[in-house]
């Protein structure tokens, strides 16, 4: 149990449901679009797309520690340090982390493969791009997180919106749909939010370390902006999916969920001390937990109407 505990902490299994959530959100698309549903297909689809957002986190967390990110969040005052800590304080060698990591990826490559004799090679295509976008968001010679200009959320916008909903849905049935790429939109940019607000904790040291998120690269007040601008674009999207015929018109309802988050920036100042991002970050994450319950529920009762 201590070692299970401790491979929770390492893979930060904690925050698991920000991909399980678009995961069945896309198979439940297939259930109420054309009334299919393999629970075998599904339940396959969540534990492959759960261990390969495990080994992001992972991956994540072992290149910033060769890149030098994670020593310098220890070192610095006014910063919250996100990643598990494993390495830093050497809870974990570097080789049992590193042999952990690629275990998690050798699960969810045979989960993909799988997928793709029953459904077809797109599941392991979609799966193999996220993958790929997990690994090089922080890896050399790509780095996407390091790099500014949007990269980063870009990356964390299919990986956690377009790709999940649309793969599960594929998985399902065997081909795309609009409407598919329509439900990704609000719950891949709510997703993009809890990264682009988790920056605010250590976005100083991110600037020591090298790694220019938009923050770095804007500051503080222009970031807290298009933080706004996020918000608002997930919020008008939703408006979009029930246009499109994603989802129904009492979804509507979901705008609900983000008030608390709303209320939030309305505390915040221009410039702020890492402390004073707590209550964004932890309002980003419950909304778009709670967000995509709510859609999940609706689209269940959609489905039997």
Not at 85 to 91: I, P, V
Request: hydrophobic letters at 55%; proline letters at 3%; one cysteine or more.
């Amino acid at each position: 149990m201590d070692k299970f505990r401790q491979f929770m902490k390492a893979s930060r299994a904690s925050i698991i449901l920000v991909m399980l959530i678009p995961v069945a959100l896309g198979a439940l698309g297939a259930f109420v679009w054309n009334d299919v549903f393999h629970i075998g297909l599904f339940i396959l689809t969540l534990i492959g797309s759960a261990v390969a957002h495990l080994f992001s986190n992972m991956i994540n967390d072992l290149w910033d520690y060769k890149n030098g990110a994670d020593t310098a969040v220890e070192e610095e005052v006014d910063a919250i340090t996100s990643h598990s800590g494993f390495l830093t304080n050497g809870t974990w060698s570097l080789r049992t982390f590193t042999v952990v990591t690629w275990s998690l990826f050798g699960i969810a490559l045979l989960s993909g493969i799988i997928l793709s004799l029953y459904s077809g090679w797109w599941a392991l295509i979609l799966g193999l791009l996220g993958g790929m976008i997990a690994y090089f968001y922080v890896a050399p010679p790509l780095r996407l997180g390091y790099r500014g200009k949007g990269f980063s959320e870009v990356a964390i916008f299919l990986s956690f919106g377009l790709l999940p909903v649309m793969g599960a849905y594929y998985v399902q049935t065997s081909h795309m749909d609009i409407r598919a790429l329509l439900l990704s939109l609000p719950i891949g940019l709510l997703t993009t939010l809890i990264l682009f607000n988790h920056h605010f904790l250590h976005w100083r040291l991110d600037r020591q370390a090298g790694k220019n998120t938009l923050i770095v690269v804007w500051g503080e007040s222009k970031a807290l902006r298009f933080s706004r601008l996020l918000l608002l674009l997930a919020a008008i999207s939703l408006v979009v999916c029930m246009f499109g015929g994603a989802l129904p018109y009492y979804a509507i309802i979901a705008f609900l969920t983000f008030i608390p988050l709303y209320r939030v920036y309305g505390r915040l100042k221009e410039q702020n001390p890492s402390q004073a991002y707590l209550p964004l970050m932890g309002n980003s994450v419950k909304t778009t937990l709670r967000f995509g319950m709510v859609l999940i529920v609706i689209m269940i009762i959609q489905g039997f109407i």
